[in-house]
């Protein structure tokens, strides 16, 4: 069983010829506090209550639920784009640019795990469209 883990998360071997899933830095991140996605399944259930109370009517409470998200730099995109448009709903652009900004920084930190950091490569950007609009508007 060893040798079929290396082989799937260190690459290499004859069944598994391509990149490894994980390199060198994200096997030696897993279970500290750089590993971004040591909390994850408790963050993924914080994003839902926060998408089910923003869709109640409850958007204090999505507000601080997403918040508490991007404090942790989720790996994800939802809870920066929400709040971010939370804040652009209430014209609390300043706000919105810095939640905007928050997700650019962590997209090009290199701290994200190779899947999270193939979708926030998509995703970049859109955000950064976005950042700029904020930067170009009147209203904070």
Same mark, same amino acid.
């Given at each position: 069983?060893?040798?079929?883990? =290396? !082989? ?37 259930? !914080? ?42 709903? =209430? ?19 290199? +701290? ?5 950091? +193939?979708?926030?490569? =998509? ?6 469209? +976005?950042?700029?609009?904020? +930067? ?5």
């Amino acid at each position: 069983m060893p040798g079929f883990l =290396r !082989r799937l998360f260190g690459g290499g071997g004859a069944n598994h010829p391509s990149a490894p899933l994980l390199d060198e830095d994200e096997l030696e991140r897993i279970g500290t506090e750089e590993d971004l996605l040591k909390n994850y399944e408790e963050a993924a259930e !914080r994003n839902f209550r926060a998408m089910e109370a923003e869709q109640n009517g409850g958007i204090e409470l999505a507000i601080s639920l997403y918040e508490q998200s991007v404090a942790e730099d989720f790996v994800e995109a939802h809870p920066y784009e929400r709040l971010a448009n939370i804040h652009e709903r =209430r014209g609390e652009n300043a706000a919105a640019l810095e939640v905007t900004e928050r997700f650019i920084s962590l997209a090009k930190s290199g +701290r994200l795990p190779k899947g999270s950091q +193939r979708s926030a490569d =998509r995703r970049l950007p859109e955000f950064e469209a +976005r950042a700029a609009k904020y +930067r170009g508007s009147k209203t904070s």
